[in-house]
């Protein structure tokens, strides 16, 4: 597992490591709901500086053992925050997007706080239950890593989870 794991803000030149993170097709389709076409940097760029400049989305690089690894990040939706992270495929499996989120929790001061993922996507759902985050619902969506509708999971950190961030 990890064990130098620390985010700080994002940075230009860790954009490129982002985009090539994206570039996995199982990331993709795991991932269900990222972009329509990760192949577009275009569309990449033009998307990251929309966040950055939004005030309201904590962006964060996570960084372990010096190297980056992936992004976290808190965002409006509607009255709620939701947060979502990716992670380089080849870094999978080393606790990097648990350490990452909580992280990234211990950040936000609101609760509660929202996540999604693709019903079937179990390693996000493993990452999400780790964090404290609990099933309130289902929906479903066109997921452009699927080119289909998915169903997927609401889930929720609840307002009185504040004590169990710390995996």
């Known amino acids: 597992m990890t064990s130098q794991v620390r985010l700080r803000p994002v940075r230009d030149d860790d954009l490129p490591l982002f985009f090539a993170h994206e570039q996995d097709p199982q990331a993709n389709w795991m991932a269900a709901f990222g972009p329509k076409d990760p192949a577009d940097r275009a569309a990449f760029d033009a998307h990251w500086a929309r966040i ?6 904590v962006n964060r690089t996570i960084v372990a053992d010096g190297e980056v690894v992936g992004h976290v990040a808190a ?5 709620r925050t939701e947060v979502s992270y ?6 999978w499996g080393r606790g990097h997007a648990t350490a990452g989120l909580t992280a990234l929790l211990r950040e936000l001061p609101q609760r509660p706080v929202h996540a999604r993922a693709a019903k ?9 239950r780790k964090c404290g985050f609990v099933v309130v619902g289902e929906d479903s969506g066109y997921a452009a890593g699927r080119g289909r509708e998915v ?3 609401v889930l929720e950190l609840p307002a009185d989870s504040a004590d169990q961030r710390d995996h």
């Not at 965002?75 to 009255?79: A, L, Q, R, T």
């Not at 990716?86 to 870094?91: F, L, Q, S, T, V």
Request: glycine share 4%; no cysteine.
């Open 52 to 57: 950055r400049a939004d005030e309201r989305i």
């Open 86 to 91: 990716w992670i380089d495929p080849a870094r």
């Open 151 to 153: 169903a997927e999971w």
């Open 120 to 128: 079937d996507n179990a390693a996000s759902l493993a990452v999400l």
């Open 75 to 79: 965002f409006p939706v509607g009255e």
